[in-house]
């Protein structure tokens, strides 16, 4: 997956100026930097919810994806249970007017088990706690088994133990084979990360690679 010289405005607003990225497969990136780096930005152009206005953007293969947001970008009044939002994880595997399978319903189980909701199913979204409703995103975003799984800040407002739950959660996407890219400034993270990823003001500040120094971004 390339970014190439891509540049992102919003409203006028450069956001990304001029970034070049390659997204190695099956490897966890995470991207750091400031706020308002472009993080989210970047992470919007690669789940192609954003287009640049110039540079490119290539896919390897048509890729399934996935995005986890931060829950301060979804209402807190939206009217859906923990088993309602991650079982919206399976629609696009079922189709719109498609029935769940039990293959599916098992897979909505075991994702709210992952993140440690067992026994909130039917609880609204709106009488979570900040870090509870995080987690049934983040369960959500598992659901849909994505080729790439993108996750923006997901472990904001956790407790440690379960910060820890998440970034070993993020290890068991990568060994399921997904491409896994997350912005985060939590060292937990940071820690796992195969490469790192930093912006600063729009622009490619520099690429970390545990894979050594003969891989460049
Ligand atoms: N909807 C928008 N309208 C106008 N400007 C925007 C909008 N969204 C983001 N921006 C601007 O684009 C730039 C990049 O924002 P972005 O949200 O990508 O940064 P970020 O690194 O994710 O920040 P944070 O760490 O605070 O989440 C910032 O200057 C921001 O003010």
Same mark, same amino acid.
């Given at each position: 997956?390339?970014?190439?010289?891509?540049?992102?405005?919003?409203?006028?607003?450069?956001?990304?100026?001029?970034?070049?990225?390659?997204?190695?497969?099956?490897?966890?990136?995470?991207?750091?930097?400031?706020?308002? &780096? /472009?993080?989210?930005?970047?992470? *919007?152009? $690669? !789940?192609?919810? @954003?287009v640049? +206005?110039?540079?490119?953007?290539? #896919?390897?293969?048509?890729?399934?994806?996935?995005?986890?947001?931060?829950?301060?970008?979804?209402?807190?009044?939206?009217?859906?249970?923990?088993?309602?939002?991650?079982?919206?994880?399976?629609w696009?595997?079922?189709?719109?007017?498609?029935?769940?399978?039990?293959?599916?319903?098992?897979?909505?189980?075991?994702?709210i088990?992952?993140?440690?909701?067992?026994?909130?199913?039917?609880?609204?979204?709106?009488a979570? &706690? /900040?870090?509870?409703?995080?987690? *049934?995103? $983040? !369960?959500?975003? @598992?659901?849909? +088994?994505?080729?790439?799984?993108? #996750?923006?800040?997901?472990?904001?407002g956790?407790?440690?133990?379960?910060?820890?739950?998440?970034?070993?959660?993020?290890?068991?996407?990568?060994?399921?084979?997904?491409?896994?890219?997350?912005?985060s400034?939590?060292?937990?993270?940071?820690?796992?990360?195969?490469?790192?990823?930093?912006?600063?003001?729009?622009?490619?500040?520099?690429?970390?690679?545990?894979?050594?120094?003969?891989h460049t971004?």
């Open positions: 997956m390339l970014l190439d010289d891509v540049w992102l405005d919003h409203d006028g607003v450069d956001a990304l100026r001029g970034v070049s990225v390659a997204v190695q497969p099956g490897a966890l990136t995470v991207v750091a930097g400031p706020n308002g &780096s /472009g993080k989210s930005t970047l992470l *919007a152009v $690669l !789940a192609g919810l @954003l640049p +206005r110039r540079g490119s953007v290539s #896919l390897p293969h048509p890729a399934s994806t996935a995005l986890v947001v931060q829950r301060s970008d979804v209402p807190d009044r939206l009217p859906l249970t923990v088993h309602d939002a991650v079982t919206m994880g399976r696009a595997r079922a189709g719109l007017f498609g029935r769940l399978r039990a293959g599916d319903r098992r897979i909505v189980e075991e994702s088990a992952a993140v440690g909701l067992t026994g909130f199913e039917g609880r609204p979204l709106r979570l &706690s /900040g870090g509870q409703r995080q987690r *049934a995103f $983040l !369960a959500q975003g @598992l659901a849909q +088994r994505a080729d790439l799984l993108l #996750l923006d800040e997901p472990t904001t956790l407790d440690a133990g379960t910060r820890d739950v998440v970034v070993g959660l993020l290890a068991l996407e990568k060994a399921r084979g997904a491409t896994v890219v997350c912005v400034h939590d060292d937990a993270v940071l820690g796992a990360a195969d490469r790192t990823i930093r912006l600063d003001e729009g622009r490619f500040l520099v690429g970390d690679s545990r894979a050594g120094p003969h971004f």
